[in-house]
């Protein structure tokens, strides 16, 4: 992997025709460690947000050592990678073959599930193994999260007690887990789905031996700014010690968005403008599709050389992809200088989350292989921001 000091420098001395994918490792680096320094308990590093080999291999790296993965091909990219990492195959719908190629080939014994039918297959295609550790994954509001997993997973809050009493016969580990949905805006969401899921263990009458408090762990973007992400830590940790009274059950959690957004950018070169839409050479179908189905607003820049002048005003600017599909449109507003135009450079930060992990070869326009590592700071950064307040109320008390 090529390293530059920056992505202008990227721009400037690469000159791309294609989008090209920026990588800053000290960003995953302030992240992680923030997790591992502030959250008490243990991190999963959800693997579907950025499986790129050199991501694990840096989380891994940095002292996680267990992974949220959802499907055999993640096991085994995992697996390849860091022979001797713990996997938590946590998706509660899973194929068989793929249930049995993980107990017996690579050794998982951390599975989900929210029906008796997934709870039936997992018994099956593990020959009733006593080894397993199982999630029983309870339905939570996503009222807070800007995307919503409600309606896909998770059992009802009224039924759950009853599959948590069966699974507790055929576990030797027993836990709960829940999902509050990407990208959640506060953490009062986590104190109700704690709160919920200690309900149902009150009333399944059972021991529980691990709560999963799942991802949804927010990163930052324009117009999309979280409270601090100590915040979250904090309602977590008071309402798991109200349901932890005896003290002998884990806590782990699962980010990815959180972990990796800050890290990732693309650049990409505008091929045309037609008043306030910019035509560029990535979009929905490439690593982009945040912009053009949820319709995140993402932090970008321009890279002109300090030669090159730009004007001093901005204005709202729209985006189209390369392709030849409308669908491929980012409506934005993505903020650039007025005078942005044809051959320009745009960089478009928080992509180290479901961007090139979603990008596709539609219409001929595949994403480029090289990635380049830089070593300048993200366009915005939550845990920078935070850095900056806590030094601000720092100064203010001394």
Known sequence: MRKYQSSQSVASDLLPDGPLHIYRPKAVATAVNFFKENFRGKVLYAVKTNPEPFVLKQINELGVNSFDVASLQEIQTVSSLLPQAELYFMHTVKSRNSIREAY???????????????????????????????????????????????????????????????????????????????????????????????????????????????????????????????????????????????????????????????????????????????????????????AGTPKFIFPVKLLRAESVSHSGNFMPFSFFGPTCDSMDFMKGPFHLPEDTSEGDYIEIGQLGSYGRTLATGFNGFKPVEEIIAVEDEPIMSLYGDMQKISEKLDTIAA
């Open 104 to 290: 017996f080939s690579y050794g998982v014994r951390n599975f989900s599930l929210d029906t008796e039918a997934e709870l039936e297959k997992i018994l099956t295609e593990t020959n009733n193994a006593t080894d397993l550790n199982l999630f029983v994954r309870i339905a939570m509001p996503n009222a807070y999260a800007e995307l919503s997993l409600a309606d896909k997973f998770g059992i009802n809050v009224n039924e759950a007690h009853l599959l948590i009493q069966k699974t507790r016969k055929h576990t030797q580990k027993l836990g709960v887990c829940f999902h509050v949905g990407s990208q959640c805006m506060h953490p009062d969401a986590y104190r109700i789905a704690i709160r919920m899921a200690a309900k149902v263990v009150s009333k399944a009458k059972v021991k529980i031996d691990v709560m999963d408090v799942g991802g949804g762990f927010p990163s930052i973007y324009p117009g999309m700014m979280p409270p601090a992400m100590q915040l979250y830590y904090d309602a977590i940790h008071e309402e798991f010690a109200k349901f932890n009274k005896q003290g002998d059950c884990e806590l782990i959690c699962e980010p990815g968005r959180a972990i990796v957004a800050e890290s990732g950018s693309v650049i990409v070169k505008v091929e045309l403008r037609k008043r306030d839409f910019l035509y560029i050479n990535d979009g929905t179908y490439g690593s982009l599709f945040d």
